[in-house]
């Protein structure tokens, strides 16, 4: 499984774990097939379930005009696995965390998704840089 597909992959168990309060290892074994490598899977989604508060709050912090309860759930979930690669993966760049939340944004979420998560995910970037 590519990086891609293991994002993608990470984000719909951290949708089930967010809508339905499924546990982690549950979740991951609802979307992953046995017989597959899921080890980035099992990397994204236990590492943004560790981080879950301090992640929120980076993301809350980003916000303009906008509550984090009023986001959209996949979009939510999105920002969330973006902020952990950006934040706790130092084996991917920030460039490649938002490209890739933005394209993901673009077929899970509607179409203003990815400009959203774009947007935020850039206000992140800056900050996280000016440290």
Not at 71 to 78: E, G, Y
């Amino acid at each position: 499984m590519n990086r891609r597909e293991a994002r993608e992959k990470s984000l719909q168990a951290l949708y089930q774990i967010d809508v339905s309060g499924a546990n982690p290892a549950e979740a991951i074994r609802n979307v992953v097939p046995e017989e597959v490598d899921d080890s980035y899977v099992h990397q994204c989604v236990l590492g943004t379930y560790e981080h879950l508060d301090e992640i929120d709050d980076c993301i809350k912090q980003h916000l303009e005009n906008w509550s984090f309860d009023r986001l959209a759930k996949v979009d939510r979930n999105i920002l969330r696995l973006a902020v952990y690669e950006m934040k706790y993966r130092e084996d991917v760049p920030a460039n490649v965390a938002i490209n890739e939340a933005v394209e993901i944004g673009k077929r899970f979420g509607d179409e203003r998704s990815g400009k959203f998560i774009n947007g935020v995910l850039s206000r992140i970037k800056k900050s996280l840089e000016n440290k």
